[in-house]
């Protein structure tokens, strides 16, 4: 069981390119969100998505697009890259219900120049 | 807004020793509790949670909790620590929708 799994593990883009990060869970999950970890900010949500086809915007979601087209997939999209955008990035899913723990994946680290 | 405050950012304690880590939350009546534990360069594996019941939680790795609901507190503790618990580690709460939010994390060291 591969959990949630998400590519590529590292990426170093130029200011203003775009990119996808994927994010993908064999669990069956309802839930699934996208975190971004920077150095003494903890894990703050950009984005997530309760179901498919349903998605909203978290505490930071400026610079970054999402699509839920299926229950396994959520990928994230960079329009266009910016040095503030330089962190490790992680997905999580959840089951449907209050009181469920979330399951991460390894985490992208992402380098703008 | 619901938030949650983990005012040691880092904290040093020799091998053998207890261990407490504070975890505070705000918002809501009903928090849902976790903690998770990252190793460097890795992702973030689940400690223990609370939902409701007995207020003094199990965890894995010798780790336990306690809720406060006077306190608003959902402390970790350990009472020996090893040299394999250095990481760091991150509250989180729920309160019964989506968007689970995590704390700033305090990053443990072990001194021999």
């Known amino acids: 069981n591969a959990g949630v799994t998400q590519t590529p593990k590292f990426q170093v883009l130029k200011t203003g390119q775009s990119m996808t990060l994927q994010c993908a869970q064999d669990?069956?999950?309802?839930?699934m969100s996208w975190y971004r970890q920077d150095p003494g900010m903890g894990l703050r949500l950009i984005h997530y998505?309760?179901?498919?086809?349903?998605?909203d915007q978290g505490e930071v979601p400026n610079g970054y697009n999402v699509s839920r087209s299926t229950t396994e997939d959520f990928p994230l999209r960079l329009l266009s890259a910016a040095p503030s955008q330089t962190s490790v990035y992680f997905c999580?899913?959840?089951?449907?219900?209050?009181?469920?723990?979330?399951?991460f994946g390894q985490g992208t680290r992402l380098t703008v120049v | 807004a619901q938030s949650v405050t983990q005012p040691d950012i880092h904290i040093t304690v020799s091998e053998g020793a207890s261990l407490e880590l504070r975890c505070n939350y705000s918002?809501?009546?009903?928090?849902?509790l976790f903690w998770y534990v990252q190793s460097p360069g890795q992702g973030l594996q689940l400690l223990l949670k609370?939902?409701?019941?007995?207020?003094l939680v199990q965890g894995i790795k010798g780790f336990e909790a306690e809720f406060k609901r006077s306190q608003s507190s959902f402390n970790l503790r350990k009472p020996s620590v090893h040299w394999s618990d250095a990481a760091e580690y991150f509250c989180?709460?729920?309160?019964?929708?989506?968007?689970?939010?995590f704390g700033t994390g305090t990053r443990l060291t072990i001194i021999p």
């Open positions: 918002y809501g009546a009903t928090p849902y």
């Open positions: 999580a899913s959840r089951s449907g219900g209050t009181s469920t723990e979330a399951f």
């Open positions: 998505s309760v179901g498919a086809g349903i998605t």
């Open positions: 989180a709460v729920t309160f019964g929708n989506e968007k689970l939010t």
């Open positions: 669990m069956n999950h309802e839930y």
């Open positions: 609370y939902f409701s019941g007995d207020t």
